[in-house]
């Protein structure tokens, strides 16, 4: 999934002001929930999924057809949605249940719609899920052994999903519009000013001199750019358009040069503060502060770019990987200047979150405002009205598309925790993940990491996470796991298919900006990334590691002490020593992760 786009707004084509206005509308509806106060269910989802079809149906149309019939279903949709919120009062009193053939009608068109909504925007792995679920839901009766269920009125089903806060409008939608969509509004406005380049200098700075220079200033602009765009597609697209030709340039080998652009850019979905919007649907889902979530999230993504930061140092015992050039690397002006457009915004973030005890949502507002105010500024701090309006145009149509990108996926997401909540599917998962490990904790773990992987391989980051936490999850924390440890370990799982073959769309992206095959760069990719694999069992066996907020020394003792064994395993496996010292290597680093 594409969150953001690799365009800047100099680059781009002057937006069509309709879109823009579209943009605009969105960002002061999403915004305005904020300060408006409560808002019943009911009105403010089916109004966000109401704005977000013209982005998905008609902006990201790429036929005639699909661009007529974009236009047909976004007008019947947004009456659908309209009717909804015009009638939540008396809808509410239904209880999930249809009584008259418009609403069926309705109701069923909704459910269609949001199928399509995120075909068109991420194809058909997704939608086909939710379909199976649907049919599921519709005639499971039939479906013998435990695995049935014993029915459920097409009325009921219909109205659980379309007029009740379930379904469509569940609490994941509610995450959608509350939350993620504002986030993902201040991301848009950080990129649609100088914060993208303010990354850029600020890694160069601090890494391009060094050994491996080149691929260490992608680590570093990948981690903090990750952290407001959370998405490995777009951190490959966005960074790597300047950090692969300098590797090339330096003589790299392409297929490293490629692989660290995509390892590096994977870490950006499990980066405070965004997480690829995993932060705030574990939120919902676990019922944990906003804030102790970045906390336990925080240490295990400073181990992720440790290891590929000693990856590329056991790469450069193989290939001299040289540091940036004294004319490549910025002047501390330059990055003191360009660093203030994201360290303000940020900085006002944090403050306001953990000082001033706002909700995050509010937080993010008031950063946003921060954010616009910057946008008056070019790289040299000269005001540009100008430019200004060039950047906000390419702000609010950003905010618009992804917000439509993120609201279609977990739309149609929430049709499956809807069927899973309808049936009690999810619970029969459950014991039946419980019954093939005999019971047993790293069993259960190994086969929830099986399926992340191969959910993950066809369905985005989120989509994969919360289906997967939906089954898997109860079966963990009844062996024994801490709900949020359960939650954080399926979300790093289910983001393996960015880098793991056959399908690993940050690999895909990163090969073909270097022109290099794909499983070369694919094989580097996972000896880099290796921490992807290892961190989350590492957060299982080393659990306090996810307590900085309430056991800071042992949280550091444990991260520390896992440093030391990924650095291990990541030299054994990429380091051109001899064959007895690597295995040694790799054998004490699993030691000192698992044993001590």
């Known amino acids: 999934m594409t969150l953001f786009s690799t365009l800047t707004p100099d680059s781009e084509a002057p937006a069509a002001h309709g879109w823009v206005a579209l943009g605009t509308l969105s960002v002061i509806f999403h915004l305005g929930l904020i300060f408006y106060g409560l808002t019943p ?42 009717y909804i919120a015009f009638n939540e009062a008396s809808l509410a009193n239904q209880y999930g249940f249809i009584d008259n053939h ?27 899920v939710a379909l199976l679920a649907l049919l599921y839901g519709a005639f499971g009766q039939y479906v013998p052994g435990t695995f049935g269920h014993p029915g459920i009125p097409l009325q009921s089903m219909v109205g659980t999903l379309t007029i009740a806060e379930g379904g469509l409008w569940g609490s994941l939608t509610g995450v959608s519009v509350g939350v993620v969509a504002i986030f993902v509004i201040f ?7 100088e914060a993208g380049q303010g990354f850029m200098n600020l890694a160069s700075a601090v890494a391009g001199r060094l050994t491996g220079g080149a691929a260490k200033v992608s680590v570093i602009s990948s981690a903090l750019m990750g952290s407001i765009s959370g998405s490995a597609s777009a951190n490959v697209a ?6 692969i030709p300098s590797m090339v340039r330096l003589r790299y080998p392409k297929s490293l040069a490629g692989a660290v652009e995509a390892v590096a850019s994977s870490g950006g979905q499990i980066m405070p503060p965004l997480m690829g919007a995993g932060a705030f649907v574990m939120v919902e889902l676990t019922g944990t502060p906003y804030t102790q979530i970045m906390a336990a999230a925080v240490l295990p993504a400073f181990l ?15 290939h001299d990987l040289l540091p940036l050039s004294e004319s490549e690397q910025p002047h501390r002006k330059e990055v003191l200047i360009t660093s203030l457009f994201f360290a303000v915004p940020f900085s006002l973030l944090l403050w306001c979150i953990f000082i001033g005890g706002y909700t995050p949502q509010y937080a993010a507002s008031i950063a946003i405002f921060a954010g616009l105010a910057l946008l008056v500024f070019n790289v040299t701090l000269r005001f540009s009205l100008v430019g200004f309006v060039a950047r906000f145009s390419f702000a609010m149509v950003t905010a618009g598309r992804q917000i439509a990108m993120i609201g279609a996926i977990i739309i149609c997401a929430s049709l499956v925790i809807g069927v899973l909540s309808l049936t009690g599917l999810g619970v029969k998962i459950t014991s039946g993940i419980l019954s093939l490990s005999n019971d047993m904790l ?39 796991l801490e709900p949020l440890l359960a939650h954080l370990f399926v979300f790093w799982y289910a983001l393996l298919s960015t880098i793991t073959p056959p399908v690993c769309g940050g690999v895909f992206i990163a090969a073909g900006m270097v022109g290099e095959n794909w499983l070369k760069v694919a094989l580097k990719s996972m000896a880099l990334g290796i921490g992807l694999y290892l961190i989350p069992l590492a957060m299982v066996a080393n659990p306090d590691m996810i307590r900085l907020a309430f056991d800071p020394a042992g949280a550091l003792f444990d991260t520390a002490k896992v440093a030391v064994g990924l650095s291990a395993i990541s030299f054994g496996i990429i380091a051109r020593k001899a064959l007895w010292l690597r295995l040694m290597l790799v054998v004490v680093g699993a030691l000192i992760i698992f044993a001590f």
């Open 41 to 82: 269910a009911l009105i403010s989802r089916p109004l966000h999924m109401a704005l977000l079809l013209p982005w998905v149906l008609i902006f990201m149309a790429k036929t005639p057809w699909q661009r007529v019939s974009g236009w047909i279903l976004t007008a019947l949709g947004v009456a659908a949605c309209g």
């Open 102 to 128: 418009l609403q069926m009608g309705i109701g069923l068109f909704l459910i269609a719609l949001a199928l399509e909504a995120a075909r068109r925007a991420i194809g058909w792995p997704l939608p086909l």
């Open 187 to 193: 991301g848009a406005v950080l990129n649609a000013g």
């Open 238 to 243: 966005s960074t790597g358009a300047i950090t």
């Open 304 to 318: 992720y770019f440790l290891t590929v930061w000693m990856g590329i140092n056991a790469y450069a015992t193989r």
């Open 442 to 480: 790293w069993p259960a773990l190994l086969l929830t990491a099986l399926a992340c992987l191969i959910l993950g391989m066809e369905v985005p980051t989120t989509a994969a996470y919360v289906i997967c936490v939906s089954v898997a999850g109860p079966a963990l924390t009844s062996l024994g």
